[in-house]
Every structure is written in structure tokens, then in C-alpha cells.
């Protein structure tokens, strides 16, 4: 990723993982130019590298900063596999601009922004950095990549008891009184309720039968 500039505006890159790049300078990301204010936060470089060999500018596996009105702050960011064809600075190089050489401001901080600012980051491995105006491994900052990121359980669903069928009582037959159980008034009315389902019985039939 190459970034020029940020017109002075401050730009800031999350959770991103620079991963398998390859370029000149920086093979994660190349900062050049003026006016660049960059914050990297919880992102990782990751087996990125420099191919640039020539001396001096020859490092930077991960990122090749250089400009003097260009600053870049590190939270939680983490190194890890960075190389140089050069044989050195496989993850930050830094180098100045113009005749009277100021260099770019890169601070990696040992502390953690929003969300997770309450927390004291973890210390990655030692970062390979350099400053190019002494041609020594001169770190900057922490020369440490740090994790800010906690780790948490995952959340589990809660587990719903499965809901029973209401059990339905059997419907009884109705139970027919016994002509013994009846009086005599009770006995011609059982008698009349038989005979009008007979008859009720009969007269479908016949009507079935007519439209047959």
C-alpha cells in the first residue's frame, strides 16, 4: 500500500492485515511525501517484504516511512515474518527528507486506544527497525510490536428446553342409563328418543335410495 499523503488530515487504518506483499520499498506499506498523518491501530504485517537491495535505501520489509512532515503513531500492531532482500531492516525503515535532514515521526506506543484503552497491551517480538541517518539498528519508539486485543469466550446461545404437547384426556362415551335405572315416565321417553332416531334413520335412507 502506498500513501502519499493525508492533506494533513489524520487518517486512521484499522484491524487490516498486510499480508504476502512485496515491493521496492516497504512491502507492506510505503508513507511518502508531505502532509501525512497516519494512526495504525490492532492491524498485522505478515511475511511482507523489501527488494530493494541498493544502499542506502534498502529495508523496510514491512513499512518505508520517509518525508519530514510525516507522522505515524503504532497501537497494537503486530510484526511477525517480515524480511529484506538486503539482509536488514526486514520490518520499519525510517529516512529523512531534504538537505537539512529531519526525519518522520514514528512512535510504536506501549498503550492501547478505544475500545480496549483500559488495558495494558501484551509485548509482541522485537521489532528490526532503523534510522537511516547513522546506518545502525537504531529503534524508535518501542522496538516492540504489541496485541491489544483481549481474548474472550465466545458467547453461547442459551439452550431452550423443548415444550411438551398437552396431553389430551380420552373423551368417555356416554354412558346409557340401564331401563332398570329409569321410572315409568323415564322409560316411554328413552323409548320415544330411540324411536325418533329410527325414524330419522330410515327416512335418510329412503332419500338416499331416491336420488341414487
Not at 63 to 79: A, P
Not at 151 to 158: C, D, E, F, K, V
Given at each position: 500500500?502506498?500513501?502519499?499523503?493525508?492533506a494533513?488530515?489524520?487518517?486512521?487504518?484499522?484491524?487490516?492485515?498486510?499480508?504476502?506483499?512485496?515491493a521496492?520499498?516497504?512491502?507492506?506499506?510505503?508513507?511518502?511525501?508531505?502532509?501525512?498523518?497516519?494512526?495504525?491501530?490492532?492491524?498485522?504485517?505478515t511475511?511482507?517484504?523489501?527488494?530493494?537491495?541498493?544502499?542506502?535505501?534498502?529495508?523496510?520489509?514491512?513499512?518505508?516511512?520517509?518525508?519530514?512532515?510525516?507522522?505515524?503513531?503504532?497501537?497494537?500492531?503486530?510484526?511477525?515474518?517480515?524480511?529484506?532482500?538486503?539482509?536488514?531492516?526486514?520490518d520499519?525503515?525510517?529516512?529523512?527528507?531534504?538537505?537539512?535532514?529531519?526525519?518522520?515521526?514514528?512512535?510504536?506506543?506501549?498503550?492501547?486506544?478505544?475500545?480496549?484503552?483500559?488495558?495494558?497491551?501484551?509485548?509482541?517480538?522485537?521489532?528490526?527497525?532503523?534510522?537511516?541517518?547513522?546506518?545502525?539498528?537504531?529503534?524508535?519508539?518501542?522496538?516492540?510490536?504489541f496485541?491489544?486485543a483481549?481474548?474472550?469466550?465466545?458467547?453461547?446461545?442459551?439452550?431452550?428446553?423443548?415444550?411438551?404437547?398437552?396431553?389430551?384426556?380420552?373423551?368417555?362415551?356416554?354412558?346409557?342409563?340401564?331401563?332398570?335405572?329409569?321410572?315409568?315416565?323415564?322409560?316411554?321417553?328413552?323409548?320415544?328418543?330411540?324411536?325418533?332416531?329410527?325414524?330419522?334413520?330410515?327416512?335418510?335412507?329412503?332419500?338416499?335410495?331416491?336420488?341414487?
Amino acid at each position: 500500500m502506498d500513501l502519499k499523503s493525508t492533506a494533513g488530515l489524520k487518517l486512521t487504518i484499522s484491524a487490516i492485515t498486510f499480508k504476502d506483499g512485496t515491493a521496492p520499498y516497504g512491502g507492506g506499506m510505503y508513507i511518502y511525501n508531505a502532509n501525512v498523518i497516519l494512526d495504525l491501530e490492532f492491524c498485522v504485517f505478515t511475511n511482507c517484504k523489501a527488494a530493494h537491495t541498493i544502499a542506502p535505501h534498502n529495508g523496510g520489509g514491512a513499512i518505508y516511512v520517509e518525508h519530514n512532515l510525516v507522522t505515524v503513531n503504532v497501537y497494537g500492531t503486530i510484526f511477525t515474518g517480515n524480511t529484506a532482500d538486503s539482509g536488514h531492516v526486514d520490518d520499519i525503515f525510517r529516512a529523512p527528507w531534504g538537505t537539512v535532514k529531519i526525519y518522520p515521526v514514528f512512535t510504536v506506543h506501549s498503550t492501547c486506544t478505544s475500545p480496549y484503552s483500559s488495558l495494558s497491551p501484551i509485548q509482541g517480538d522485537n521489532l528490526d527497525t532503523y534510522s537511516y541517518e547513522d546506518y545502525d539498528y537504531n529503534p524508535f519508539g518501542y522496538p516492540y510490536s504489541f496485541v491489544c486485543a483481549p481474548t474472550r469466550s465466545p458467547t453461547q446461545s442459551p439452550t431452550l428446553s423443548p415444550t411438551s404437547s398437552p396431553t389430551a384426556s380420552p373423551v368417555e362415551d356416554e354412558e346409557v342409563p340401564a331401563e332398570s335405572d329409569l321410572d315409568g315416565a323415564g322409560v316411554a321417553a328413552f323409548e320415544a328418543n330411540v324411536f325418533i332416531s329410527l325414524v330419522g334413520a330410515v327416512a335418510g335412507a329412503a332419500a338416499a335410495n331416491a336420488f341414487a
